[in-house]
Structures are given as structure tokens and as C-alpha cells.
């Protein structure tokens, strides 16, 4: 009996996007109140995992699109289909937030204008301040899915002039912007969509390198060092590892992470640091910190898988019933 062989792409990407949210997740909850300096310091580089996020979701979305042969006139479609897939798991965790601010912080509820507006994605525009220091990204994400569906005729045009020049006009207004939109972090997108460009359609490698050349410098000038070094070690990664086989049994506790990356990302600020605050009153063992934040990590994963199985899996499949190929 034959198997449809996975994509290999995939499951390297599936990886790093299990690695970057499990950096995520270990950076909060090291940073959980009542940690000390030490434990706060184990995990000061996870909040990096973002700008992997940005760099994966600059390469997969133009490739999901180039393989799905996308026209600007599935626009429509494209959005339904993105917006399917992350609102649903999003709008749980929402809810799941404001219902805990009311619980244990309720002189600090949210507006009902603020709540609407974070519904809508629209919380930066109307300068709220982000119920969930985890939001902010999601905002990020849905400005970038607008542009590329309105952009990505320029990324796929046979013309190398033309997209180099295109990635120039990007470059100068991340350059330009100091606001907290997609154009102050485009620089990361583009790093990713480079890539893309190089490894599915005509690029010559001199330009390929030397646009990511410039796009890192830029990002180390504008963001920090550190993002831009992560944005490249993303790269380099997506550019030559290749996960061929997800049977090997180190493959998939990683894959597993990947599947679950997204209600991961989303459920362990406020159901991780929660954990990790319960715990410290276990006798004994809630004195070790580490302790405390490794059952917070856990029980993160634990619920995000919850999550997955209960939210995010039927957002999946539901967005599958949009179909966006071409004819």
C-alpha cells in the first residue's frame, strides 16, 4: 500500500516553527514574577523565536501561494482562507484572557472599544495596548497576508529587476518607519521571501546573497544585532536542512511541537505563567525555579494540544474548504 511521501520542506519548516514557540514559551515563563535574576536570564534570547516566525512566514506563504498558482483575483479567498485558519484558536485565547482579567485583575479590564478593536486586529491602529503581550504578532501577521496578497504579482514576475527593486522600496521603508506595524518589521518577511524567490524562481545566487547581506544589516541597525543573526540562522536553515523522513524518533517529538506551535504561541502566556505561579506552593519542590518553569512548559504544551484537538484542528480543516488553487 503506498503513502503520499510528506514534504520534506515542510517538515523542516514544521521543526523550526516548533523550536521558535517553544523559545517563546521558555522566555515568558522564565520571566514569570517572583523569578529571580538568574532564571530570568536562562531564557532572555527566546523572545527570538518571533523573528524566526516572521523570517517562516515570509518564505511559506509566497511558496503556499506560488504552489496554489494564486491571481490576484482569489485575493478574496487567500484572506477567507488565512483568516479561517488563526481566528478561531485566537479568539478562544481572547476570550480565555479577558475572562482571567475579570477573575484575578479586574480593576484592569480592558474597554469594550479595546476589546472590539483587538476582535478585529485593529488594536494598533486604534492605539490600544495590547491585551496580550503575545497579540501584537498576530496583528503583524495579518497586515503581512494583506500585502502579499496584493504584492505577490511582483515577487512572482519572471523579472529579477523588477523584484530586486521591489525588495529595495521594502528595505528603504523599514529603514524609513519607526511605527509597530508590518513595515517595522518587513525587513524579517523580506529575508524570507528572498529565500523564496531564490529557491523557486530565478534569482541568481550573487543577488540572492547579496540582498540578504543587505537586509541583515539593516535589521541588526534598525531591530538589533540579535534578530538580525536570528533572521539569518532561519535562513540558513529553511535554505539547506531537509528533514526527508518523520518516522525517525527524534523527528517527532519536534514535528509534534510544530503541529502544535500555533495554540502554543497563543495559550502559554497567561495558562503557562499561571502554572508556573501555582506551583511555587508545592512543598519542596516549589522552590526550585526551574522546577516551576519546566512543569509551566509542560503544561503549556499539554493544553496547547488541548487546543489544537478542540480549536485550532477543526480552523484547520475548515479553512481547507475555501479552495485556492487555480483550475
Not at 496580550?132 to 496584493?150: C, D, R
Amino acid at each position: 500500500m503506498s503513502t503520499k511521501q510528506p514534504d520534506t520542506k515542510l517538515l523542516s519548516i514544521d521543526i523550526l516553527r516548533g523550536i521558535a514557540a517553544l523559545a517563546v514559551c521558555f522566555f515568558h515563563l522564565t520571566g514569570s514574577t517572583g523569578l529571580s535574576k538568574n532564571t530570568v536570564a536562562l531564557g532572555k534570547y527566546g523572545f527570538l523565536g518571533v523573528e524566526v516566525f516572521f523570517v517562516i512566514s515570509g518564505f511559506i506563504i509566497p511558496y503556499s501561494m506560488y504552489k496554489a498558482k494564486y491571481q490576484f483575483s482569489l485575493f478574496g479567498r487567500f484572506l477567507a482562507k488565512r483568516l479561517l485558519r488563526i481566528h478561531p484558536p485566537y479568539l478562544a485565547t481572547l476570550l480565555m484572557t479577558i475572562l482571567l482579567i475579570y477573575l484575578v485583575r479586574r480593576p484592569y479590564m480592558p474597554s469594550w472599544p479595546s476589546m472590539i478593536s483587538h476582535v478585529f486586529y485593529l488594536d494598533q491602529l486604534f492605539h490600544y495596548e495590547s491585551i496580550s503581550p503575545v497579540f501584537w504578532t498576530l496583528v503583524i501577521e495579518i497586515q503581512f497576508y494583506i500585502f502579499i496578497g496584493l504584492c505577490f504579482f511582483i515577487i512572482n514576475n519572471k523579472s529579477t529587476a523588477l523584484f530586486v527593486g521591489f525588495i529595495q522600496i521594502l528595505l528603504l521603508i523599514f529603514y524609513l518607519n519607526n511605527w509597530g506595524n508590518l513595515f517595522g518589521w518587513i525587513g524579517l518577511f523580506v529575508l524570507g521571501m528572498i529565500l523564496f524567490r531564490f529557491k523557486y524562481l530565478q534569482l541568481p545566487k550573487f543577488v540572492f546573497w547579496t540582498l540578504i547581506f543587505q537586509c541583515a544589516l539593516l535589521i541588526g541597525y534598525k531591530i538589533g544585532i540579535a534578530e538580525s543573526i536570528a533572521g539569518i540562522l532561519a535562513v540558513l536553515y529553511i535554505n539547506y536542512i531537509s528533514i526527508r523522513s518523520n518516522d525517525k524518533a527524534w523527528v517527532k517529538p519536534l514535528l509534534f511541537l510544530g503541529t502544535i506551535s500555533y495554540s502554543l504561541y497563543l495559550i502559554h502566556w497567561e495558562l503557562g505563567r499561571t502554572v508556573v505561579a501555582i506551583v511555587r506552593h508545592i512543598p519542596v519542590l516549589g522552590g526550585f525555579e526551574l522546577f516551576r518553569v519546566l512543569i509551566g512548559v509542560l503544561s503549556s504544551i499539554l493544553l496547547a494540544f488541548i487546543g489544537y484537538r478542540l480549536i485550532e484542528k477543526p480552523a484547520i480543516q475548515l479553512s481547507k474548504t475555501i479552495p485556492l488553487k487555480t483550475k
